[in-house]
């Protein structure tokens, strides 16, 4: 509550941000909306001069702004000023300014309450959403499946060549989720779709659909020569794998998949793919950005690497189990768990990092809804690491005993069926926390 007129407003915010949609607009107690006679800016603090000072009771102020990240925000807030309002009604200037008749009779509680009301949806960003979750999911499973395939994968001709297929498709699916949330990120920027991709949020779902479409096209759907696998230990010797040859005849083989310099293209459009986190998010807004976009590298990298070798496990298992061959899959447990066990470890220091950089407050955590949802992923991956750690002190040393056990091996079917759902809930999280408010 203030005793003398009001001719200036100041809003500052902790980054610097522009405006959008209505800018910042005011109801003043007369009932009329009224536009700043002038505006200007440092980036971060916008002073709203009003010509005719804002006096006689209660006024409403709405402001709308996009963050550096293309994030809209919007708000809210009114006080009272309890200096008597002139009898002139508002100045020509401030009609120039803007200024809209709401009715004589003074602005109304329900007015007011109706003034104040912020719509948080902003046209576009459901667009992006969608597109994010698709395009976010899509990286993970590309080039942790990238990985995957050559670290842990072995397995017949047929079953090398379907994996490496299901990667190209997931770049395709890449593809249509980057062009959506750029059609999104384009409507949130009030921007063309011919201009866009000049914003830096623009540009960054735009590489992304390049690495998609370098993905889907360079890589190489080829295997290494066929030979006969080194044991896993004493108790899981080589594993027999009917693999028809061209003779249709079987034989002891275990396939690979050797990437070749015709696959290139594939792991440039993977670079591409953690490249272009550089450009959105809390990246381009939050702490020293050379650290950030260093952090969320390893982070995208050791949370694909995680991410898609735990589902790519799940699946095979799955597909071994069904084909009546379920004992091929220990290989597969015992070959990733080291690689998942250096994944998870860069995925926990990369995002402590980036935790630092983006709250400005440990209060954050809990006083904000960008902070709840960390605490939310936060405690989903906790899960997916313990059971993480089920599988890696228990059932890979039992499996690697008696890898023909059938408990032990419905065990890690559901242990790693169990760890693939939380950790896709995980990546659409994470989806959403890439461009939220912070």
Known sequence: TLDTPVSEIVIEFTNPAEPAGDGFVV??????????????????AFRLAFDTPLTGGTVGVRWSVRAGDAHPIEGSFSFTVTAAAPSSDVTADDEAGGAT???????????????????????????????????????VLAIGGLAFAASALRGSRREVIAYLTAIRIVGAVLVVGALIEYVGVARLLDETWSSAWSRSAGAATLLRALAGIAIAVGLTVTVAPRRRPRSLSA????????????????????????????SWVAFVGAGLAVISFWFD???????????????????????????????????LMWIRHRAGRPSDSVGLVVRFSSVATVSLGAV?????????????????????????????????????????AYNHFRLRPALEADPTDVDLLRTARSALTSEAIILGFVVVVTAWLVAAAS
């Open 27 to 44: 109801l003043d107690p007369s009932g009329a909306v009224r536009n700043p006679t002038v505006t200007t800016t440092d980036d971060t």
């Open 235 to 262: 108790a899981a010797p080589s594993t027999t794998l009917l693999d028809p040859g061209p003779t249709d005849e079987a034989h002891t083989a275990v396939r690979r998949w050797s990437p070749d310099r015709s």
């Open 348 to 388: 926990v220091v990369a995002g402590l990092v980036m935790a630092i950089a983006v709250l400005d407050s440990v209060d954050e955590l809990t006083s904000t809804q960008w902070g709840q949802t960390l605490l939310l992923k936060t405690a989903a991956v906790g899960v997916a690491m313990a059971i993480g």
């Open 101 to 139: 008749s709401e009715g004589a009779g003074g602005s109304s509680a329900g007015a007011l309450d109706e003034f104040l009301r912020v719509d948080g949806a902003a046209p576009g960003e459901g667009t992006a959403r969608v597109g994010r979750v698709l395009s976010i999911t899509a990286v």
């Open 281 to 315: 998010g809390h990246t381009v807004t939050k702490g020293f950005r050379p650290l950030h976009a260093l952090a969320n590298s390893i982070h995208v990298i050791a949370g694909s690497v995680w991410v898609a070798g735990v589902v790519s496990m799940a699946v």
